[in-house]
Nanobody, 128 residues
Framework: QVQLVESGGGLVQSGGSLRLSCAAP????????IGWFRQAPGQEREPIAC????????YYADSVKGRFSISRDNTKKTVDLQMDNLKPEDTGVYYC?????????????????????WGRGTQVTVST
């Protein structure tokens, strides 16, 4: 069974930064699309950033636009989420989800992304 592995979560003060990584060793690197999802306490899991397969387009939820950035690390073969200027409302469990050959042609399709493969999540806590 394909398993994704997230890392990099932790506790940070408001205004700080964290970098999350998602590894998918069983999937062909660069040929899978990645979505980063966040589940805040008591809320549903929601997509916050997506990157198409093949280093194509990336999209962000309005709540993180300008603060978060998704990218591939070709050395580590991971897809990373750089999170800057973190706010307490960014607190939650962060999951990465992947599927092969997906292209997001607009932010709409990022919001509708239902990955076939998931990681177990990593906790991010932003204190005031």
């Amino acid at each position: 069974q394909v398993q994704l592995v997230e890392s990099g979560g932790g506790l940070v003060q408001s205004g700080g930064s964290l970098r999350l990584s998602c590894a998918a060793p069983d999937l062909p690197y660069k040929y899978y699309a990645i979505g980063w999802f966040r589940q805040a306490p008591g809320q549903e899991r929601e997509p916050i950033a997506c990157m198409s397969s093949g280093d194509a387009d990336s999209y962000y939820a309005d709540s993180v636009k300008g603060r978060f950035s998704i990218s591939r690390d070709n050395t580590k073969k991971t897809v990373d989420l750089q999170m800057d200027n973190l706010k307490p409302e960014d607190t939650g469990v962060y999951y990465c989800g992947a599927d092969v050959g997906i292209q997001f042609s607009s932010q709409y399709y990022c919001t509708k992304f239902t990955p076939g493969y998931w990681g177990r999540g990593t906790q991010v806590t932003v204190s005031t």
